[in-house]
C-alpha cells in the first residue's frame, strides 16, 4: 500500500513545482476561478496542454514560494506577482501566444443557472415572447411586475424586463422564474484578470490591441510631443520640421516687409504686385484630375504657314 505523503512533503513538492514554472516560463496570466468545477478546470488544462501549465493553490503558499525564489534568484521582478494573488485565482503559465491563450481559456466558460443569494455578474434581461407557461402561472409574474397576456392558452410576455442588475443579489422568485422559463443567465470559466510578462503586469484589455489602435496611440503621442514641443521652443524629432517652416515663414515675411530680398523670395515678391501671375500659376494644379481616367492631351491646332511670297511680290530681285 502506497505511504500517503504528508502535509510538509505536499509543501515541499508544491513549492518545487511553482519555482521550476517561475524559472521555466516568462509569461504568466493571472486568472479567477470563480465556480468553476473540477470537471471544468480539467477541460481547460486539458485544451491548454502543450505550451501552457494551469497551475492553482493557496495565496499564501503561492506568495510565500514567489518571495523566498525572488530571495534566492535576485530576481526581484517576481515580487510583481504577489499583489495579484487576492481571492480564489490561479496562474496560467505559457509559452505561446498571449491573445490565443486567453481566447482558448474563454472558449471553456459554460452556462450557469441563477441560484439564490449569488451576486449577479451581469444584467439579466428576460426578453419578450410566450413562455409556454399555463395562464395558472400569471400571479407568478404579477409578483415580480412583469407585464404579460393570454395568448393562445400561454403567458406571453409583452415587454423586456430587467430581473437582476449587476452587483445584487440573486432572490428566490428570481431563480425560480429563470428556472421555469430554462434561462442560464451566468456563465463561469478561468476569467482573465491580469497578464505578467517579463516583470510587466498590465490588463489584458491590451491583449485585444490591434495595430490599427497602436498606430493611432503613436501617432496621437507624437502630435502631442510636437504640440508641446512647439509651444515650449524645445527642439525634439517630431517639432524640427515644424520650426524649420515657421522660422522660413519669418525670414519670408521679413523679406518682403522689407527691400531686403534673396532669390526664394523675388517670385513671392511679383506675385503680390500682380496677383494674376499667382492664378495663372496655380491654374494647371487646380486643373489636374484628382483622379479616375487621365486627361485628354490638348490637341495642337494645325497653323497655316505663310505663302512664300516670290522676288517678283517683294518690288525687287535678290540678285539685282
Do not use: W
Amino acid at each position: 500500500m502506497a505511504v500517503k505523503p504528508s502535509k510538509t512533503e505536499k509543501k515541499a513538492a508544491y513549492d518545487q513545482k511553482l519555482c521550476q514554472l517561475l524559472d521555466e516560463y516568462t509569461q504568466i496570466l493571472v486568472a479567477s476561478a470563480d465556480n468553476v468545477g473540477s470537471n471544468q478546470l480539467q477541460n481547460i488544462r486539458k485544451g491548454l496542454r502543450g505550451d501552457s501549465v494551469v497551475l492553482m493553490g493557496k495565496n499564501t503558499m503561492m506568495k510565500r514560494s514567489i518571495r523566498l525564489h525572488a530571495e534566492k534568484t535576485g530576481n526581484k521582478a517576481f515580487l510583481n506577482l504577489i499583489p495579484l494573488l487576492v481571492g480564489n485565482v490561479g496562474l496560467i503559465f505559457t509559452k505561446g501566444d498571449l491573445k490565443e491563450v486567453s481566447e482558448e481559456v474563454a472558449k471553456y466558460k459554460v452556462g450557469a443557472p441563477a441560484r439564490v443569494g449569488l451576486i449577479a455578474p451581469i444584467d439579466v434581461v428576460v426578453p419578450p415572447g410566450n413562455t409556454g407557461l399555463d395562464p395558472s402561472q400569471t400571479s407568478f409574474f404579477q409578483v415580480l411586475n412583469i407585464p404579460t397576456k393570454i395568448n393562445k392558452g400561454t403567458v406571453e410576455i409583452i415587454t423586456p424586463v430587467e430581473l437582476i442588475k449587476k452587483g445584487e443579489k440573486v432572490g428566490s422568485s428570481e431563480a425560480a422564474l429563470l428556472a421555469k422559463l430554462g434561462i442560464r443567465p451566468f456563465s463561469y470559466g478561468l476569467n482573465i484578470l491580469s497578464v505578467y510578462d517579463n516583470g510587466s503586469v498590465f490588463s489584458p484589455e491590451v491583449l485585444d490591441l490591434t495595430e490599427d489602435d497602436l498606430m493611432e496611440k503613436f501617432v496621437s503621442g507624437v502630435s502631442m510631443v510636437t504640440a508641446l514641443s512647439l509651444a515650449v521652443s524645445y527642439p525634439t524629432l517630431a517639432a524640427a520640421p515644424h520650426m524649420f517652416v515657421n522660422a522660413y515663414k519669418n525670414v519670408l515675411a521679413v523679406a518682403v516687409a522689407t527691400e531686403y530680398s534673396y532669390p526664394q523670395a523675388e517670385q513671392v515678391k511679383e506675385y503680390l504686385k500682380d496677383p494674376s501671375k499667382f492664378a495663372v500659376a496655380a491654374a494647371p494644379l487646380a486643373a489636374a484630375p484628382s483622379g479616375g481616367a487621365p486627361a485628354a492631351a490638348p490637341v495642337e491646332e494645325k497653323k497655316e504657314e505663310p505663302a512664300e511670297e516670290s522676288d517678283d511680290d517683294m518690288g525687287f530681285s535678290l540678285f539685282d
